[in-house]
Structures are given as structure tokens and as C-alpha cells.
Nanobody, 121 residues
Framework: QVQLVESGGGLVQAGGFLKLSCAAS????????MGWFRQAPGKQRELVAT???????DYSDSVKDRVTISRDNAKNTVYLRMYSLKPEDTAVYYC???????????????WGQGTQVTVSS
């Protein structure tokens, strides 16, 4: 079993800052890509940012100037720093990780339960 636990969400005023964290635990041999996605009410889940085990990053065009993704491989943790938050950033933010539970096992996709981010105007 693999668990992803997000933390750091909350209510913040427009222009503010939040740092989200997601820690993976359980039966983990290695983790490939980790990332953050978000889903606003009535909308589909969308990519925010991803980071590979080697540190390569990818960002959504809508947030790339305002967020930074990073990870601590020793802690199996991925972070998302969000700056200059806007009301349209309001969503549930989900962590995703591609995890391998053994040397000869395939990578499997795991999701966290999500953390609410609300940006007030």
C-alpha cells in the first residue's frame, strides 16, 4: 500500500502565498514523477506542475510564473509554492505520484485525497 498525504491548504487573501506539501509513504521502492493537479467546482482536474526524480519540471501555462514545484527524494515529498494567488486558483489540490513497489514492479499511479485552497478577493 502507498499513501499520499497532502497538507498546507487553507484560506488566503488574493496576492498571498501558500506552500503545499505531499508526503508519500508505504511500500515504496522508487518514485518517478510527482506532481500537483487541481480541480475547481464544476471543472475537470487539471495539471498544475510536475517534477521528475531527476528534478525536471513542467508547469501549466496558467500558473508557471507564480508557482514553484520541488521535491525531497530522501523524504519522498513534493512541495508546491504558490505566489500571488488569485481567486481563480481556488480549487482542491491533489498530489500524484508514480510509484514502484519493487525493483521488478511496474510504476503505478497514486493520488492523494486532496487539500482545499481558497483564495478570497
Amino acid at each position: 500500500q502507498v499513501q499520499l498525504v497532502e497538507s498546507g491548504g487553507g484560506l488566503v487573501q488574493a496576492g498571498g502565498f501558500l506552500k503545499l506539501s505531499c508526503a508519500a509513504s508505504g511500500n515504496i521502492f522508487s518514485i518517478d514523477t510527482m506532481g500537483w493537479f487541481r480541480q475547481a467546482p464544476g471543472k475537470q482536474r487539471e495539471l498544475v506542475a510536475t517534477v521528475t526524480s531527476a528534478g525536471g519540471t513542467d508547469y501549466s501555462d496558467s500558473v508557471k510564473d507564480r508557482v514553484t514545484i520541488s521535491r525531497d527524494n530522501a523524504k519522498n515529498t513534493v512541495y508546491l509554492r504558490m505566489y500571488s494567488l488569485k481567486p481563480e486558483d481556488t480549487a482542491v489540490y491533489y498530489c500524484k505520484a508514480e510509484v514502484r513497489s519493487g525493483m521488478f514492479r511496474a510504476y503505478e499511479t497514486h493520488w492523494g485525497q486532496g487539500t482545499q485552497v481558497t483564495v478570497s478577493s
